[in-house]
């Protein structure tokens, strides 16, 4: 029953350097999900995918990039981190729209701290 | 643009006292969607409410859904130590291909 994997689950960066966070469901699931969590903000939306081949910008799509090559992984780029990147980042899956009242399965998260 | 609220941002509470926590939405929601995040762990599912003005129970949580489906509520009795942590709500934004997180309520339990 793994559900949503995200990795690494810690990593510290200089400014300046890129690296991807990894997320793996093996739910069968179409839309996946990246956000970022904030003190005092709740969960904002990066970017997200309806499917195979899809992405979309969220609410916060700035500094990052995404792909979804293939419909069980969803790729979060960080091109050239920043320390305003520093954040807890979620994975997230759900079968079909969750505006339709369809749960959204979390990963467990990828602490990032950027120097 | 589409808001949700949610208040208090934050509750201390003595373990055995209830707790609430007030969601609220700017626009109409067709449903709505509570999760809960453990400190240090990830945000699930608890459940999700449609009709107007539902009420759900889980054991001593009691979640509702008002009359206009503008706004929701958790009310927690007897607190336990075990219900701590932070509580989302989350609505459709109008495409449904995405929800809206309210900011949460952060709940600490003193034993």
């Known amino acids: 029953n793994a559900g949503v994997t995200q990795t690494p689950k810690f990593r510290v960066l200089k400014t300046g350097q890129s690296m991807t966070l990894l997320c793996a469901q093996d739910?069968?699931?179409?839309?996946m999900y990246w956000y970022r969590q904030d003190p005092g903000m709740g969960l904002r939306l990066i970017h997200y995918s309806v499917g195979e081949g899809t992405t979309a910008k969220g609410e916060v799509p700035d500094g990052y990039n995404v792909s979804r090559l293939k419909k069980q992984n969803f790729l979060l780029g960080l091109e050239s981190a920043a320390p305003s990147q520093t954040s807890v980042y979620f994975c997230?899956?759900?079968?079909?729209?969750?505006?339709?009242?369809?749960?959204?399965?979390f990963g467990e998260g990828s602490w990032l701290t950027v120097v | 643009g589409q808001q949700v609220m949610q208040i208090p941002q934050y509750q201390h509470v003595q373990e055995g006292e209830d707790f609430t926590t007030y969601c609220n939405s700017s626009?109409?929601?067709?449903?709505i969607q509570w999760y809960k995040q453990r400190p240090g762990g990830h945000p699930v599912f608890l459940i999700q409410l449609v009709k107007s003005g539902e009420v759900k129970k889980q054991k001593r949580l009691t979640f509702q859904f008002g009359e206009a489906k503008k706004n929701s509520s958790l009310h927690i009795t007897a607190t336990q130590t075990t219900d701590v942590g932070t509580y989302f709500c989350a609505g459709p934004k109008t495409s449904y291909d995405k929800v809206i997180f309210g900011p949460g309520t952060s709940l600490s339990v003193i034993p």
């Open positions: 626009t109409t929601l067709s449903n």
């Open positions: 997230a899956s759900s079968p079909t729209r969750p505006g339709s009242g369809n749960t959204i399965y």
């Open positions: 739910m069968n699931h179409e839309y």
